[in-house]
């Protein structure tokens, strides 16, 4: 049980355009999700907490007209990488609060971005 | 402030050796703590968590940690490592009702 999965695994877009990324929880309803980016060897870094129905919660630095988050639904979020610059090229992670509460969070597989 | 520091960036052990990954943190009370894998190009999988109880806590794949206050710490152990180990290993603490905080790391390469 608690399995997330992400879509696509890779994807690889040409600068200006933009590209969603989808995370979604499969066996049980995530009110709250968060939205990791990673670079090569480094730790996670949060980008934003998402609770369904409301608007993310963007952490300090990251742009939230840039980086759209969409939780529309318990067990579906988003994230729009909008007019995509070759230094947003990162393995973006997202993760899902556990239903027994909030103190797990169980992660996707992540998607590796390459912007062109 | 609230802190985690994995002070090892790679530790390399030979097969069938013992592991000990450390993980600290600084925080005025204990936080949720948990041990999170990711292997190559991949997500993050749990290893294990302690919230209160027993500080020796047995997670998947043959992994342990203790937690001990005075030091506040929580290494990770293992008493024999795989080659399917290699990966790398996040301590990540949890304080108060803030985010998981992740530590930088320890990359772990196994030797025949």
């Known amino acids: 049980g608690a399995v997330v999965s992400q879509h696509p695994s890779w994807v690889i877009c040409k600068s200006g355009t933009s590209v969603k990324i989808e995370c979604r929880s499969l066996d049980f309803q995530a009110t709250t999700m968060f939205w990791y980016r990673q670079f090569p060897k480094q730790s996670l870094m949060l980008m934003a907490t998402?609770?369904?129905?409301?608007?993310?919660?963007?952490e300090q630095g990251v742009e939230k007209d840039k980086f759209l988050i969409n939780h529309a639904s318990l067990t579906l979020s988003t994230l729009t990488v909008t007019s995509a610059h070759p230094e947003d090229s990162s393995f973006y992670i997202c993760?899902?609060?556990?239903?027994?509460?909030?103190?797990?969070?169980?992660f996707g597989p992540g998607t590796r971005l390459t912007v062109t | 402030a609230q802190s985690v520091t994995q002070p090892d960036i790679h530790i390399t052990v030979s097969e069938g050796a013992s592991l000990e990954l450390r993980c600290n943190y600084s925080y005025g009370a204990t936080p949720y703590l948990f041990w999170y894998v990711q292997s190559p190009g991949q997500g993050l999988q749990l290893l294990l968590k302690?919230?209160?109880?027993?500080?020796l806590v047995q997670g998947i794949k043959g992994f342990e940690a203790e937690f001990k206050r005075s030091q506040s710490s929580f290494n990770l152990r293992k008493p024999s490592v795989h080659w399917s180990d290699a990966a790398e290993y996040f301590c990540?603490?949890?304080?108060?009702?803030?985010?998981?905080?992740f530590g930088t790391g320890t990359r772990l390469t196994i030797i025949p």
């Open positions: 302690y919230f209160s109880g027993d500080t």
């Open positions: 993760s899902a609060s556990s239903p027994s509460g909030f103190y797990e969070q169980y």
């Open positions: 990540a603490p949890r304080f108060g009702n803030e985010k998981l905080t």
């Open positions: 998402s609770n369904e129905g409301s608007k993310a919660t963007y």
